[in-house]
């Protein structure tokens, strides 16, 4: 895979996705940024997709702003038509964005919590799909790639109720089954299972209730972890070898000898929030 890489990286306005593309700039790679936030004050939590952008630049990527709502087809069509004209090729994708309802962490059955809930599945499950059906072209043209789906260990255990782990064991299933039309040529994909993030949002709760989350954030990720583990598999000659499965972050970093910020290594949460899935061999037409 080229040096001079070029990515994708959806929902990086803040969060994860601002994190990953940020770890990817820093490889000296044209990192294309989606994100709806333009203005801070926009959103209720900091960043924009240009702030992440001019970042990226800065740490001495191309950091290339798109403002994009992923729930517009169109949108993420047009994207990936720039991307085409711009440079014939895509060398990884990172499908990121996902809709946060303000009730996702609210306590309490599903039935009392507002059915906005399903946005997730719009932009997060959903949107996973249509952007890897745009990029797929460019990735197969390139005959070599990495596509990645951030997820939790949600996708299989109980996690904010039945909406979020719908949508997360759906784009772990989605990676397997895309893994399977993307082999012949040479196009990864994973489903990364990320651990308990400090991001805005997580600091946000950390300052409402520092309590709950007493030790919790000594051995948290930073945002920009999964980005150096998505680099090192990027770069892994074994990678075909892994396409198709769900990965704990944690684990391929230690397998990789990926250090998160200021020399961490981020524990795995295997021992009490349970394993990834193993899907079946079969392939049925």
């Given at each position: 895979?080229?040096?001079?890489?070029?990515?994708?990286?959806?929902?990086?306005?803040?969060?994860?996705?601002k994190?990953?593309?940020?770890a990817?700039?820093?490889?000296?790679?044209?990192?294309?940024?989606?994100?709806?936030?333009q203005?801070e004050?926009?959103a209720?939590?900091?960043?924009?997709?240009?702030?992440?952008?001019?970042?990226?630049?800065?740490?001495g990527?191309?950091?290339?702003?798109?403002?994009?709502?992923?729930?517009?087809?169109?949108?993420?069509?047009?994207?990936?038509?720039?991307?085409?004209?711009?440079?014939?090729?895509?060398?990884?994708?990172?499908?990121?964005?996902?809709?946060?309802?303000?009730?996702?962490?609210?306590?309490?059955?599903?039935?009392?919590k507002?059915?906005?809930?399903?946005?997730?599945?719009?932009?997060?499950?959903?949107?996973?799909?249509?952007?890897?059906?745009?990029a797929?072209?460019?990735?197969?043209?390139?005959?070599?790639?990495?596509?990645?789906n951030?997820?939790s260990?949600?996708?299989?255990?109980?996690?904010?109720?039945?909406?979020?782990?719908a949508?997360?064991a759906?784009?772990?299933k989605?990676?397997?089954?895309?893994a399977?039309?993307?082999?012949?040529?040479?196009?990864?994909?994973?489903s990364?299972?990320?651990?308990l993030?400090v991001?805005?949002?997580?600091?946000?709760?950390?300052?409402?209730?520092?309590?709950?989350?007493?030790?919790?954030?000594?051995?948290a990720?930073?945002?920009?972890f999964?980005?150096?583990v998505?680099?090192?598999?990027?770069?892994?000659?074994?990678?075909?070898?892994?396409?198709?499965?769900?990965?704990?972050?944690?684990?391929i970093?230690?397998?990789?000898?990926?250090?998160?910020?200021?020399?961490?290594?981020p524990?795995?949460?295997?021992?009490?929030?349970?394993?990834?899935?193993?899907?079946?061999?079969?392939v049925?037409?």
């Amino acid at each position: 895979m080229s040096s001079e890489r070029i990515v994708v990286v959806t929902g990086a306005s803040r969060g994860a996705g601002k994190g990953i593309a940020l770890a990817l700039g820093e490889t000296g790679a044209t990192v294309y940024v989606t994100g709806r936030t333009q203005h801070e004050g926009d959103a209720p939590l900091p960043g924009t997709v240009f702030a992440t952008a001019g970042e990226i630049t800065r740490r001495g990527g191309r950091g290339v702003p798109v403002v994009l709502d992923h729930r517009d087809d169109a949108q993420v069509e047009a994207l990936f038509a720039g991307v085409r004209e711009k440079h014939g090729r895509l060398d990884i994708l990172v499908n990121n964005a996902l809709a946060v309802p303000d009730a996702l962490t609210r306590k309490g059955p599903f039935w009392e919590k507002p059915l906005s809930l399903l946005d997730l599945l719009d932009v997060g499950m959903r949107s996973s799909y249509v952007t890897s059906y745009y990029a797929a072209p460019l990735l197969v043209a390139n005959g070599a790639g990495l596509v990645v789906n951030t997820s939790s260990f949600g996708g299989t255990c109980y996690m904010h109720g039945p909406a979020y782990g719908a949508g997360k064991a759906a784009v772990d299933k989605m990676a397997h089954d895309m893994a399977v039309d993307f082999r012949p040529w040479n196009v990864a994909v994973v489903s990364i299972w990320m651990g308990l993030l400090v991001t805005e949002r997580t600091l946000a709760a950390f300052a409402a209730d520092p309590g709950a989350y007493d030790g919790l954030a000594a051995t948290a990720e930073s945002p920009e972890f999964t980005g150096r583990v998505i680099d090192a598999l990027a770069r892994d000659p074994e990678l075909m070898n892994r396409t198709g499965q769900v990965l704990i972050g944690a684990e391929i970093a230690q397998e990789l000898g990926v250090e998160d910020t200021q020399g961490r290594r981020p524990p795995s949460h295997r021992p009490f929030l349970g394993d990834p899935p193993v899907f079946s061999a079969a392939v049925i037409d």
